[in-house]
């Protein structure tokens, strides 16, 4: 296998576009997950965003930094907040009488539809963190082990 | 629904996926895998599924090419005749 070098060995012109357009990546995907029940996106299509946005980071510069900005360990946790965030609200309506993600049970003091627009952005942030987290641990995996050797 | 355009991009759809098939070099053959999943966005939105189409374009056109070719690092580029 060809041993990465430390210097970073990308041009000067990949470095600086794309330390400028991973922010905006980001923000995009941001945008994608919050906006997601009223436009197209959502979710999955947001967290693949924000994962590339990573893995971006990790072929432009090295994959140290990458593991430096993300470390393994939170994106374990990523992983498992975004999963308890879905499920989570997923229990608290089945605990307040309705069926598993029936939003509108929710014992909160507000209309119909904003308890369902609200628990439908959360769980979309849910969703949206661990497929992040999942796809940034895909390219860990598959690279990681190259390179440490 | 514009039927030309359709057309046209169906035809390049059925290209690319022959090509993907028939390239002898691995790395070719996921490239044209990537324009294939782009051009299937565009027939997504042309048939007015922007959701699918984004799914697709995030998805097929990016991480999908992109672990392919990680994992084409791993094994041999060509298939010995």
Redesign the interface.
């Known amino acids: 296998m060809k041993k990465t070098t430390k210097k970073q060995t990308e041009s000067i012109v990949i470095r600086t576009m794309s330390r400028i357009m991973i922010p905006f990546i980001q923000l995009f995907g941001l945008y994608v997950i919050i906006h997601g029940e009223a436009s197209p996106g959502g979710g999955f299509q947001g967290g693949v965003i924000l994962g590339t946005s990573i893995i971006l980071l990790a072929i432009v510069f090295d994959l140290r930094e990458a593991e430096r900005r993300m470390p393994w360990k939170v994106i374990t946790a990523f992983m498992c907040v975004g999963l308890l965030i879905y499920s989570g609200i997923g229990l608290l309506d089945l605990l307040s009488g309705g069926a598993y993600l029936e939003y509108t049970k929710l014992p909160l003091p507000l209309p119909a539809h904003e308890i369902s627009a609200l628990s439908i952005l959360f769980v979309e942030i849910g969703i949206g963190i661990t497929v992040m987290a999942v796809i940034i641990l895909l390219f860990y995996y598959l690279v990681g082990d190259q390179n440490a050797s | 629904m514009i039927y030309q355009l359709d057309l046209l991009l169906l035809l390049f759809l059925v290209v690319c996926a022959i090509m993907a098939v028939r390239l002898k070099d691995l790395l070719d053959s996921i490239i044209v895998l990537a324009v294939y999943s782009l051009i299937m966005a565009l027939v997504w939105v042309e048939m007015n599924a922007?959701?699918v189409?984004?799914?697709e374009a995030?998805?097929g056109a990016?991480?999908t090419t992109?672990?392919f070719i990680?994992?084409l690092?791993?094994t041999v580029r060509r298939e010995k005749e």
């Open positions: 922007p959701d189409a984004f799914t995030a998805v990016g991480v992109f672990l990680a994992t690092v791993k």
